[in-house]
C-alpha cells in the first residue's frame, strides 16, 4: 500500500495545500465539485499520479486537472488508445494527463497527472451527482470522506490500482472550504452538522432557497456531515433542469428532464402490523482495519468499538418474535448459531455476551465467502430477510460483491 491523493514516482505524496467543495443541493440529489490544490515543492519536475476512491452510489460526471495555466478536461476514450496517446505527448515532453478506472473496484481512480514542473501548483477537479440518503427524523443526510480508505486484496487476487489507496495521515496539514447551496420546492427549516457552521442563510421569502458555509479554517480531519431538514418531507415534489443549450435538441442532454422525489408515509398500524415479522442477519467486520481510529481527533472510538455500539443497539431494539443471526468475517467467518434462532430474552442475552467480547482479530477482510453462505440459505417463511452490514469498506473486489448483492436483490433487504 502507498498514500492516497497525488503521489511522486517513489510513492510518496505531493503537498496537499487545500480543498474546495461546491456542494448544490436539489431536493433529494447533490452535485459534488471538489477542486484540491498542490504544490510541487521539490527542485525537479516530476510525474505525478492521483489514485482516489468515489463511493460506488456516486455517478462521476467531470474530471480535470491544471498545472500553472493549462487545464485538461477529461473524456472517455478506448484505453489502450487512451494509453498511447498519453505516453506519445509524456515522451514529447508535452503535459497530459490519463484517468482510469480500477478493474476490480469501479469505485477507484488513478489520474496520471504528466509532467508536474518544480515549484508549480496543480489544481485536481472532480464532480459527482449522489442521491442524499434519508435518516430516521426525516432529515437528508450529505457526507463528504475525510479518509480515502486503504483497500484489502484477497490473495487470489492481483495486485492493481486499488492496491494504492491507503488511509489520509493523522495530523492534517491542510483545511477545507465548503459551501453548500441549497434547493427545494418545500421550505428548508434547518440545516445541521457536528462541524462547525456559519448560520444559514436564506436567499427568498419563502425559504425555498438557502446557502450554509463551513467555518473557516476548518481541518478535514473527519468526515463532514450535513443534515438538511424540509418542511412536509412526505409530500411528492418535482424538479425541473432545462437542456444544455450547447446540445443537440432532441437528444439526451439536450431535452429537458424531471425528477420526482416520492418518501412514502405508512400508516401506523400498517407498520406495527409487521413490526415483529422478519429475519435480521448482522453481518461484522473483523478484519485487522477495524482496529484503526473511527478520525484522527482526540480520544476518537476505534472502527470495531464502534460497529460493536451500533451492534448492541440494534440486537437490544429487536421486536420479540423475529430471527435471528450475527455472522463475524475477516480471512475466515463465522456466525454465532448454526442458523437464524428466534430472538427471545435468553438468545438475546448469548447474543450480548458474545457481541461485548468482539475484537479486530480476523485477519483480511473477505466479505464475498460469508454473503455466498448466507445467500444459500433458504428464507423463513413470512420473516422477510434483511440483511445488516457493518463494516469500513476496504476490499478490492467490489464488482464481485456488488454483483453477488445486486443478484439476490429480490429477497434480501440489504442495509
Known amino acids: 500500500m502507498v ?3 497525488l503521489l511522486t514516482p517513489r510513492n510518496e505524496p505531493v503537498p496537499l495545500k487545500s480543498i474546495e467543495v461546491d456542494l448544490q443541493v436539489k431536493g433529494h440529489v447533490a452535485t459534488v465539485s471538489s477542486t484540491l490544490h498542490y504544490v510541487n515543492e521539490e527542485e525537479n519536475p516530476l510525474e505525478a499520479v492521483f489514485v482516489f476512491p468515489m463511493p460506488a452510489e456516486v455517478a462521476l460526471c467531470h474530471f480535470s486537472a491544471k498545472i500553472g495555466d493549462q487545464e485538461i478536461v477529461a473524456k472517455v476514450q478506448e484505453k489502450e488508445k487512451a ?3 498519453y505516453d506519445d505527448a509524456i515522451a514529447s515532453g508535452d503535459q497530459a494527463f490519463l484517468l482510469e478506472e480500477s478493474e476490480d473496484s469501479a469505485d477507484v481512480f488513478r489520474l496520471s497527472v504528466g509532467s508536474l514542473p518544480p515549484r508549480q501548483s496543480a489544481a485536481v477537479t472532480f464532480i459527482y451527482v449522489t442521491e442524499l440518503s434519508v435518516q430516521a427524523d426525516h432529515a437528508l443526510r450529505f457526507c463528504l470522506p475525510a479518509v480515502l480508505n486503504p483497500r484489502y486484496s484477497p490473495t487470489a487476487t492481483t495486485s492493481g490500482i486499488a492496491s494504492e489507496v491507503t488511509s489520509t495521515p493523522a495530523g492534517v496539514p491542510y483545511t477545507l472550504s465548503l459551501t453548500a447551496h441549497v434547493t427545494s420546492p418545500n421550505p428548508i ?25 463551513l467555518c473557516a479554517g476548518h481541518m ?27 446540445a443537440q435538441p432532441g437528444s439526451l442532454m439536450g431535452d429537458p428532464v424531471v425528477m420526482l422525489s416520492l418518501y412514502p408515509e405508512f400508516p401506523e398500524a400498517l407498520m406495527s402490523s409487521v413490526s415483529s415479522c422478519g429475519e435480521f442477519l448482522f453481518v461484522m467486520d473483523r478484519s485487522g482495519s477495524m482496529q ?39 480471512s475466515h467467518y463465522d456466525s454465532f448459531f448454526p442458523k437464524s434462532v428466534e430472538y427471545t430474552q435468553e438468545t438475546m442475552d448469548q447474543a450480548v455476551k458474545r457481541v461485548k467480547e468482539m475484537d479486530a482479530n ?38 464481485d460483491i456488488l454483483a453477488l448483492v445486486r443478484n439476490n436483490s429480490d429477497s434480501h433487504r440489504h442495509v
Not at 478520525?295 to 451492534?311: F, V, W
Not at 480476523?362 to 453462505?373: D, K, S, V
Open 220 to 246: 478535514f480531519d473527519r468526515d463532514v456531515e450535513l443534515f438538511l431538514y424540509y418542511q412536509n418531507p412526505h409530500q411528492p415534489t418535482a424538479i425541473v433542469e432545462a437542456g444544455e443549450s450547447t
Open 83 to 85: 494509453r498511447e496517446e
Open 292 to 330: 484503526c481510529p473511527m478520525h484522527n481527533g482526540k480520544d476518537a472510538q476505534t472502527r470495531i468499538e464502534s460497529a460493536r455500539d451500533t451492534l448492541l443497539l440494534l440486537l437490544k431494539s429487536l421486536p420479540l418474535g423475529c430471527y435471528f443471526n450475527i455472522y463475524s468475517f475477516g
Open 3 to 5: 498514500n492516497c491523493g
Open 189 to 213: 427549516t434547518k440545516v445541521e452538522s457536528k462541524c462547525p457552521l456559519e448560520p444559514l442563510t436564506f436567499l427568498n421569502a419563502d425559504h425555498t432557497n438557502a446557502k450554509v458555509s
Open 362 to 399: 480476523m485477519g483480511g477482510t473477505e466479505i464475498l465467502q460469508p454473503l455466498q453462505h448466507i445467500y444459500s440459505q433458504q428464507c423463513i417463511p413470512n420473516h422477510p430477510r434483511q440483511l445488516f452490514m457493518f463494516t469500513d469498506g476496504e476490499v478490492w473486489n467490489n464488482k
